[in-house]
């Protein structure tokens, strides 16, 4: 009995020096997840890649194949709906902002993005990631000749090398 109770005064203690309520940090990283509209982003973010991965089939099969690009299109969404999805997304994060920030941090996260300011920022959030991603995918179109001549040069070289050894 006296153990127990040393147990529950230290959890106190704990509490009061730290300011954290047990369980608070939960509530307030789901907190900051629904103000910040992040299961929103996440859904945005999903299509951006499912609209890339059809794309890609679409060039890599032939137009005439037209029942093959379908087909693969639907493997590809069982594929993302099991390895992508919000559930497993939403807990990952909540441990992150948990590990990541204090109970007062995520409260005020929260706050800000209940805000006006806040609202306005998230409402137009994915647009910019949107944007960026896009951004982002020009200029691996520039970067990516010179990284596959760079790749076939290391390839040239170790094949030399390995010829010099025999």
């Known amino acids: 009995m006296k153990n127990f109770l040393t147990i529950i005064l230290l959890s106190l203690v704990s509490v009061a020096v ?36 059809d794309q890609a089939l679409a060039k890599t099969i032939p137009a005439d194949k037209k029942g093959m690009v379908e087909r693969y299109k639907k493997r590809v969404q069982s594929i993302l709906d099991e390895g992508l999805n919000w559930g497993a997304m939403e807990a990952q994060m909540l441990d992150i902002y948990q590990r990541t920030f ?23 959030m994915p647009k910019v990631m949107a944007e960026s991603v896009q951004i982002s995918q020009r ?28």
């Open 139 to 166: 200029q691996m179109q520039h970067v990516m000749p010179s990284l596959r001549q760079m790749f076939s040069d290391m390839e040239a070289e170790l094949a030399h090398t390995e010829v010099q050894k025999q």
């Open 18 to 53: 730290h300011g954290e309520e047990p369980g608070g940090k939960v509530a307030a990283a789901k907190e900051v997840l629904v103000a910040s509209n992040a299961k929103a982003i996440f859904t945005e973010a999903r299509k951006q890649i499912e609209s890339m991965t």
């Open 102 to 124: 204090s109970q007062k941090e995520m409260q005020d996260m929260a706050t800000f993005y209940q805000s006006e300011s806040g609202q306005a920022i998230m409402k137009k």
